[in-house]
């Protein structure tokens, strides 16, 4: 009875699923390791967003006009009675946007590293420029019945999301004027989040022609440094933009998509083009001047410097596949045993599953040191060696451990080929198991399973001792 259970091949495959399943727990383990590396990669790039610079968003010029609003109302007695008039007033501001707004940029890629993680940054260079139209008082309306407004002399505001990364103070020219920037936006509520951008007061020929009701011409030079996300609001009447990078791996997003845009090998190359009639752009940054919160979703259209190859990700895409990789090896050493009549011990298909599992946990540590092909090349091939020695002793020759060597090989590559092909790793993997399963039902369509079960194999030994 213990003999017949011993040959058993439906028990030998019950014990396969069995100890597969059972090293689910080491790729668990594996997983979550990646994941974790991963959050580190997340942690390391907010403290330098906190330290140094984060993603920037950029609003501007824009042109705000503070005012002073009188009215008088009614004095009353403790009687109600009318008995005189008091002044009252407010300080308000009205925003003028560009009519037309152009950006012209280029995006100096560059890297900066917390412990062993590297994170993308950039420098914008650029320069933006635009016209005011004529500044015409009735549009001011007046929120007070009979009042009377003051205006006080303009001032153009810029603001980015983090003014840690100017490079520099922005070069602003207004007409024939060249103005400064100064701190913060007077005229707006201290707690507005607008109001931390930066302003220039009109002065000289800029404040006489819009005095004298005439268009400002602008132009503004800008360097700023940012990580990995650029956004661009579109606060003009029409907006336009071309950036270009020699970054290879961009990342378009936002409200609005690059309407033409290049990417090559050398870097890409991108153009937008926004009207004001399809974005609520300009009525959010008029909700700045008063909200203490910017919107979550600031109306733009964004670039980001994509990493080409994120090793987590690629790594815990990996993973994914351990059990099925797992069991695509067991199978085979199953299946010689079967047709070769050998006897492999449960301890020799576990050590054989673990080296499978160490492969994703060798790919993960190399992966963060070298570039991932690399890594990927690495730990397949000392896995593949390591497999094509351990079963050269374990099948008795070195042309099976080298057969079973290529097999291996053989898996890893196309591992490596749905990895490698996101788009198509669904339909990869489907073709991998059904023609491995086709391979399998072909080879043992003549086998004779009830007389395996009860003829015996030879040993290992034996088998070794007559080849």
């Known amino acids: 009875m213990l ?3 011993r040959n058993s091949v439906l028990l030998k495959v019950f014990g396969l699923l069995a100890l597969t399943l059972l090293l689910c727990i080491p790729l668990g383990q594996i997983e979550s ?35 002073v609003e009188r009215w008088m109302e009614p004095l009353r007695d403790a009687q109600g009675r009318i008995v005189g008039q008091e002044g009252r007033s407010k300080e308000l501001a009205h925003l003028l946007f560009p009519d037309k707004l152009h950006i012209e940029g280029s995006l100096a890629p560059q890297e900066r590293y917390r412990g062993i993680f590297r994170i993308p940054f950039y420098t914008l260079n650029a320069s933006l420029a635009g016209a005011f139209a004529a500044f015409d008082a009735a549009v001011v309306p ?39 920037f100064q701190q913060r936006l007077p005229g707006l509520a201290d707690e507005a989040w607008l109001a931390s951008g930066i302003h220039a007061p009109l002065a000289g020929s800029a404040l006489a022609a819009w005095q004298a009701k005439q268009p400002l011409p602008f132009q503004l030079k800008l360097g700023l440094v940012g990580q990995e ?75 980001s410097l994509a990493q080409p190859l994120n090793v987590y990700s690629m790594s815990t895409r990996a993973v994914k596949y351990g059990l099925l990789f797992i069991g695509l090896v067991l199978m085979a050493a199953f299946m010689f045993e079967l047709f070769r009549k050998l006897r492999l011990h ?32 690495g730990a397949a091939g000392a896995s593949v060696l390591l497999l094509a020695a351990y ?15 290529a097999y291996v090989a053989l898996l890893y590559g196309a591992l490596y080929g749905l990895l ?11 073709l991998l198991i059904f023609g491995m399963l086709a391979v399998l039902m072909l080879a043992t369509r003549k086998v004779d399973w009830y007389a395996l079960s009860t003829g015996g194999g030879k040993t290992v030994a034996a088998a070794g001792a007559q080849s």
Do not use: C
């Open 142 to 180: 007046s929120s007070e019945k009979g009042s009377t407004i003051e205006f006080k002399p303009p001032y153009v505001a810029f603001n980015v999301s983090d003014l840690r990364g100017l490079d520099g103070s922005p070069a602003l020219q207004v007409g024939a004027e060249t103005l400064r």
């Open 229 to 303: 996300k650029l956004s661009m609001v579109p606060i003009g009447e029409e907006t336009t933009a071309h950036l270009t990078s020699p970054w290879a791996h961009p990342s378009f997003g936002g409200r609005f998509l690059a309407s033409e845009r290049t990417v090559t090998d050398q870097g890409f190359d991108a153009r937008w083009r926004v009207s004001s009639l399809v974005t609520s752009a300009r009525e959010e940054v008029r909700g700045g001047m008063k909200s203490a919160k910017a919107p979550a979703a600031l109306q733009s259209f964004d670039v």
């Open 33 to 67: 390791l990646n994941r974790e590396r991963g959050h580190s990669q997340q942690v390391a790039a907010q403290e330098l967003a906190a330290t140094y610079a984060g993603a920037q968003t950029v609003i501007g010029p824009l042109l705000v006009v503070p005012y």
């Open 3 to 5: 003999q017949t259970l």
């Open 420 to 430: 490698a092909s996101e788009s198509n790793a669904l339909l990869l993997g489907a």
């Open 391 to 405: 079963f050269s002793a374990v099948l008795g020759g070195w042309r099976r451990g080298a057969s079973f060597g």
């Open 346 to 377: 449960p301890v020799q298909y576990g050590l054989v599953g673990l080296s499978i599992a160490l492969f994703f946990l060798l790919l993960l540590a190399l992966s963060e040191k070298v570039a991932f092909w690399l890594a990927y090349a």
